[in-house]
């Protein structure tokens, strides 16, 4: 199952995606999906590329641990996106963009589920 956390966001800002959980259930209510993977891709970046993107994880949704951050150092990756890998180890994950001298451009952030 996929989920986007964003989709072609605009980069002309830094913001913060809403929760995300590591677990969910299909539309059934009967099959337990749970995050394996996070896939970030972005395009058309202008401006001056010193960007980055956080990942970040929380077990309560206010306080929250920076997992890992990735550098937008280029105006385009979708043909060598960025892929973390992740092992539940909270309940809820999100991430946040920075866009520093980032003028515009766009990010999609796909959060990978698997059946359980």
Known sequence: MLKYMCKSSSMEDSFVSKWFGMT??????????????LQLSWH??????????????SNDRHSYSTG?????D???????????LLNRVSNYCR???????????????ILYL???
């Open 24 to 37: 969910d259930k299909d539309i059934s209510g009967k099959s337990v999906y749970s995050a394996v993977s």
């Open 44 to 57: 058309e970046v202008t401006g001056f590329p010193n960007g980055k993107i956080c990942i970040e994880f």
């Open 68 to 72: 890992a951050e990735i550098n937008v």
């Open 74 to 84: 280029n105006t385009n990756n979708q043909n060598n996106a960025e892929i973390a």
């Open 95 to 109: 991430i946040r963009f920075v866009n520093n001298d980032i003028t515009n451009g766009n990010l999609d952030a």
């Open 114 to 116: 698997e059946k359980k």
